[in-house]
């Protein structure tokens, strides 16, 4: 049995999304995290990336174990499309587990085999032990993983912030300092989003304090468009309402489906019974006396915020008295359909606070002090990079470089890489090709690779298509060709020329009986796709198709 430890992100390194990383000890693979990154423009007709598993089907290797860090769509979105295939036991928080079992209930997959774990709960196999520790983060129940193994131990802080009044309870700079005490830590790898936003990320305190303060001087409604996970924030959201004398209307399937687990997992319990009420109730109340909080903040056509914006909801009109609060980040890439959203509810006449106006979100990722810190207080002997960009990558060596952690010491790693740590060899031995697959309509689409860049392709070119009859000779065409074009800048007729044409000179160029069908019509294309380049500018796509009877 060979003897290694190794760390080998398939997707997060390069990306801020995708999150999936195999800790190998010997011949164990622990498989943290299982994320999909939103597919945009790019990938037409594709709704999810995640990383390909190509390079694991080729090594014949399995996961000893899933290790779930928390229940955002880049560490959990990908698991029910690769479940099957890979199998094992997951490990993770409650309130994870829920979204997890959720998720497969919802894409109708077979139960996963789920072992919900306590944050500091030691968790032994056979080659290495793992705890989860809290972390402050967008999301409840998030963890860092600290791994221990006879060749040194491994500190994974999941994606996190640090709050020091936090929502959690424990704040993450104590749960490193608990975590770490007493033992040397080999490898920490870290969250680089907010490597370049200098300081420290503020406090959901505020956001709540903020948001009552709001909340105050609104004669009518007042609608908080926020993540569904993030649960921090509708308790801030629900404070607000409170203090303001106002019921909640929570809009969207997501939002009363975290709720629920919220209450189940006791995070709710300082609300009384009765503050969060149905859309049936809404025609009860006065306008001042309503809050809703709704999901939409990225401009999604099917989500609350976009429902309430274009008025395709019956019991619930916005009006001019009403305010919107986007209480979230714009992921990059929305920024053309939240400004859509933004717009429209202007037109409408109500009035839109985004995080640009007010204080009215902060960030579930710590801002660069927060990272040097932690890195300054975990003191690891290596240190490795991940959920980021190349650049956030480069940048937070740099942050662990100040933070004393010197440059030989910082593995610059990007997907495929396979670190190798111990025990004889340090440093990327190795490398893995990584592709990477797409969801569309929830079905994992199989040679994405093909079918993506035919889609793009015809999504930018468009298509003609041809089918015609030639005599058993090949020589004559019979009948007027069948023409269809999807999408160029040219007509039938001009096509049927351009066949007619090619067809006459490759008549000329090749004596009788020298074509074979599949020849012709090959070289047919070629011809009349040079013809039509002439008119539109451009090599068409040309699919064509000679019949011989
Ligand atoms: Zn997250
Ligand atoms: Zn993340």
């Known amino acids: 049995m060979r003897k290694v430890f190794q760390v080998i992100p398939l997707g997060g390194c390069g990306e801020i999304g995708m999150n999936l990383t195999l ?76 979204l997890i079992k959720e998720k497969f209930r919802g894409l109708e997959r077979p139960a996963p085999d789920i072992h919900v774990w306590q944050v500091w709960q030691r968790t032994a196999f056979r080659n290495a032990a793992v705890t989860p520790f809290p972390v402050n983060h967008s999301i409840p ?55 370049f936003v200098p300081g420290t990320d503020r406090e959901e305190q505020q956001i709540a304090t903020n948001l009552v303060k709001i909340f105050a001087d609104v004669r009518g409604r007042v609608v908080v468009a ?20 106002r019921k909640v209307v929570l809009l969207g399937r997501s939002l009363l489906r975290n709720y629920d687990i919220s209450k189940k997992l006791g995070l709710m319990s300082e609300f009384e019974e009765g503050l969060v009420v149905g859309q049936e109730e809404l025609k ?15 401009g999604e056509v099917f989500s609350g915020a976009n429902r309430l914006a274009f008025g395709s909801l019956d019991s619930l009109r916005l009006d001019g008295d009403d305010l919107v609060i986007l209480s979230a980040r714009a992921i990059p890439g929305n920024e053309k359909s939240i400004g859509i959203l933004i717009n429209q509810f202007w037109r409408i006449g109500c009035r839109v606070i985004t995080g640009k106006e007010a204080e009215v979100h902060v960030s579930g990722h710590g801002y660069a002090q927060d990272l040097m810190d932690s890195i300054a207080l975990v003191k690891p002997k290596y240190f ?5 960009e190349f650049r956030n990558l480069v940048h937070h060596i740099r942050l662990a470089n100040k933070a004393g952690v010197p440059p030989e010491s910082c593995h610059l790693v ?5 670190l190798t740590i111990a025990p004889d060899a340090l440093g990327v031995i190795d490398r893995w090709d990584v592709g990477r697959d797409f969801v569309g309509s929830d079905r994992v689409i199989s040679g994405s690779a093909d079918v993506l860049r035919n889609r793009v392709m015809l999504a930018k070119n468009g298509i003609v298509e041809i089918s015609f009859v030639v005599d058993s000779t090949l020589s004559r065409m019979l009948d007027e060709a ?38 012709l019509s090959e070289e047919l294309r070629i011809a009349v796709r040079r013809e039509l380049e002439a008119d539109v500018g451009y090599k068409c796509v040309v699919s064509l198709f000679v019949h011989r009877i």
């Not at 490795?384 to 980021?388: A, F, I, S």
């Open 482 to 519: 069948k023409i269809a074009v999807r999408g160029v800048n040219v007509s039938a007729d001009r096509v049927s020329d351009a066949l007619k044409s090619s067809f006459r000179s490759l008549m000329r160029a090749q004596r009788k009986g020298a074509w074979t069908p599949e020849s």
């Open 284 to 298: 009860l109340l006065q306008p001042s006396e309503v809050c809703v909080i709704c999901t939409g903040t990225q």
């Open 384 to 388: 490795m990079p991940l959920h980021g």
């Open 226 to 245: 926020t993540f569904a996970s993030n649960i921090w924030r509708v308790k801030s959201a629900f404070h607000a309402a409170r203090a303001s004398g």
């Open 414 to 418: 990007e997907n495929g890489d396979v």
């Open 141 to 195: 129940d998030a963890c860092g993983l600290y791994f221990e193994t006879k060749y040194g131990n491994l500190l994974h802080t999941g994606d996190y912030r640090i709050d020091r009044s936090a929502p959690e309870g424990s704040m993450t700079l104590d749960n490193l300092t608990r975590v770490t005490a007493g033992r040397e830590t080999l490898l920490m790898t870290a969250d680089s989003t907010n490597v």
């Open 23 to 98: 800790w190998c000890v010997d011949d164990s693979y622990y498989f943290v995290d299982c994320g999909t990154l939103f597919a945009d423009e790019h990938h037409p007709g594709m709704d999810l990336i995640f990383p390909s598993l190509d390079c694991l089907r080729e090594r014949g290797i399995k996961p000893t174990a899933w290790l779930i860090t928390h229940g955002h769509e880049d560490h959990i979105g990908a698991l029910p499309y690769v479940y099957e295939e890979f199998p094992a036991p997951i490990y993770t928080t409650l309130f994870t587990a829920e």
